[in-house]
C-alpha cells in the first residue's frame, strides 16, 4: 500500500520559519523525483520544490532563497525547511512522487496535505 505522509505545517507568523516531512512507503523512493506543491484557496496546485534522485533541486521563483528541499534516502523522507516565511505563502502543502512516463516525468503518488498559515 503506497502512502506519502506529510507532517509539520502550522500557524507560523511571518519572517518565521517551519519545516514539512513526508515520508513514503510502498514505493520506489530511490528513483521518485519528489515534490512539494502547494494550494491556496480558489488557485490552482502549483509546484513549489521537486528533487530528483541525484539530489538535483528545482525551485517556483517565488521561494527561491527561502525554501529549501532535501532528501534522505535511508529514511524515504523528503523535507522542506521555508525559511522567511510570507503572508502569500499560505496554502495546503501537498507531497508528489513522479515517476518516469515516456520523455517526462509523471507525478503518481499524493499525500493527504498539510496547511501551512502564515499570519502577517
Known amino acids: 500500500q503506497v502512502q506519502l505522509v506529510e507532517s509539520g505545517g502550522g500557524l507560523v507568523q511571518a519572517g518565521g520559519s517551519l519545516r514539512l516531512s513526508c515520508t513514503a512507503s510502498g514505493i520506489m523512493f530511490s528513483i521518485a523525483r519528489m515534490g512539494w506543491y502547494h494550494q491556496a484557496p480558489g488557485k490552482q496546485r502549483e509546484l513549489v520544490a521537486d528533487?530528483?534522485?541525484?539530489?538535483?533541486?528545482n525551485y517556483a521563483d517565488s521561494v527561491k532563497g527561502r525554501f529549501a528541499i532535501s532528501r534522505d534516502m535511508r529514511k524515504n523522507t523528503v523535507y522542506l525547511q521555508m525559511n522567511s516565511l510570507k503572508p502569500e505563502d499560505t496554502a495546503v502543502y501537498y507531497c508528489a512522487a513522479a515517476f518516469r512516463a515516456g520523455n517526462g516525468w509523471e507525478n503518481k503518488y499524493w499525500g493527504q496535505g498539510t496547511q501551512v498559515t502564515v499570519s502577517s
Open positions: 528533487v530528483s534522485s541525484g539530489m538535483l533541486a
